[in-house]
C-alpha cells in the first residue's frame, strides 16, 4: 500500500516540483555570487549595462555609456533593492540562478524588465564619464 502512495506521490507532485520556478536568491547568496565580480547583463538579445559588486554591500552601475553611478543595495522583503546616487528611489529586484548565471526581475514593474547574466568578471569596471577629451 505505501509503494502505491509513493508511486502517486512522484507521479503526481514531482514533475510539477521540477517545472516550479527556482526560488529568489537571499541576501547571502547573492552577497556571496555576487561580491567582487563585474556582471554585465543582456536583456532581449542586447546589452543592457554592467555592475560591478563592492564590499559592504555596494555597487557601481553603468548603462554601457561610460557613465557609472555608485550606490548601495539592501535586502527588503526578500527581494535586493539598490539605491543609485543620481537615482535615490529603491529599484527592487528578484534573483535567481540559471545554468547560464544570474537572472534579474525587476519587480517595480516585472513586465518590464528581466535581466540575464552575459559575462562574470573580477576586473573592474572602466567609468571614464561621458565628457571625456571634450
Do not use: H
Request: proline share 7%.
Amino acid at each position: 500500500m505505501w509503494i502505491r502512495a509513493i508511486i502517486m506521490w512522484v507521479l503526481l507532485v514531482a514533475p510539477a516540483a521540477a517545472t516550479a520556478a527556482p526560488a529568489a536568491m537571499s541576501a547571502g547568496e547573492f552577497d556571496d555570487y555576487t561580491r567582487g565580480k563585474t556582471f554585465y547583463y543582456g536583456s532581449l538579445g542586447e546589452p543592457y549595462g554592467a555592475e560591478e559588486y563592492l564590499p559592504n554591500r555596494r555597487v557601481i552601475w553603468t548603462f554601457l555609456n561610460g557613465e557609472c553611478q555608485n550606490g548601495t543595495w539592501y535586502e527588503e522583503d526578500g527581494l535586493i533593492c539598490f539605491v543609485y546616487d543620481k537615482e535615490p528611489d529603491p529599484q527592487c529586484w528578484s534573483f535567481t540562478r540559471s545554468a547560464g548565471g544570474l537572472i534579474a526581475r525587476f519587480e517595480n514593474d516585472p513586465a518590464l524588465t528581466e535581466l540575464y547574466e552575459v559575462r562574470r568578471t573580477s576586473d573592474p569596471l572602466i567609468c571614464p564619464g561621458p565628457d571625456v577629451g571634450v
